[in-house]
């Protein structure tokens, strides 16, 4: 349906990105953007919203059991996030390499949370951590589903076929 989503043999994927309430605050949403948008990723998905309780627990069901899950809760409802989807080939694994390690002490230098994060408990962006998270977590932010619209720019970035 989507010509991208089937171009050659190459992974093209979709990925579920959120930038955190400490990101939103410090200022850093343009910046985050800027990253994934320059690497070629395309947006596909973008809105500033503000969740209740039962909807962060649901992101973070597969971490109900931590005990860090309440905390975690109470930061991500804290304020609005903004809540994005991004394409592109093998976007799940590199846009992971983009945001870097979760906990910032160990994340390289270069990476979102190397460059911009300190704690793991104010750690500025979520990415989804497989193809099928990022389905269900692209399906419970966005059911609306993805914008459809290829960049001028995809045989630029990409090989062609
Ligand atoms: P990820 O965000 O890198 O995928 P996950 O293990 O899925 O990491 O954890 C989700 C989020 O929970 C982290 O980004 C971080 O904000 C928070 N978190 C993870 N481990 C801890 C912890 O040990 N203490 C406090 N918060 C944590
Ligand atoms: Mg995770």
């Known amino acids: 349906k989507y010509r991208e989503l089937i171009i050659g043999e190459s992974k093209m994927e979709q990925t579920f990105i959120m930038i955190k309430p400490d990101g939103v605050q410090r200022g850093l949403i343009g910046e985050i953007i800027s990253r994934f948008e320059k690497k070629g990723f395309s947006l596909k998905g973008l809105k500033l919203i503000r969740v209740e309780r039962p909807f962060a627990e649901k992101h973070y069901a597969d ?8 905390g975690l809760v109470d930061y991500i409802i804290s304020g609005p996030v903004v809540a994005m989807i991004w394409e592109g080939k093998n976007v799940v694994t590199t846009g992971r390499k ?20 300190i704690d793991i408990g104010r750690n500025v962006i979520h990415g989804s951590d497989s193809v099928e998270s990022a389905r269900k977590e692209i399906a419970l932010w966005f059911p609306e589903g993805p914008v459809a619209w290829q960049s001028c720019a995809h045989s630029w970035i990409y090989d062609p076929e």
């Open 98 to 117: 983009i945001i870097g390690a979760t906990n910032p002490a160990q994340s390289e230098p270069g990476t979102i949370r190397g460059d911009f994060a």
């Open 63 to 70: 971490l109900s059991a931590k005990p860090f899950f309440s």
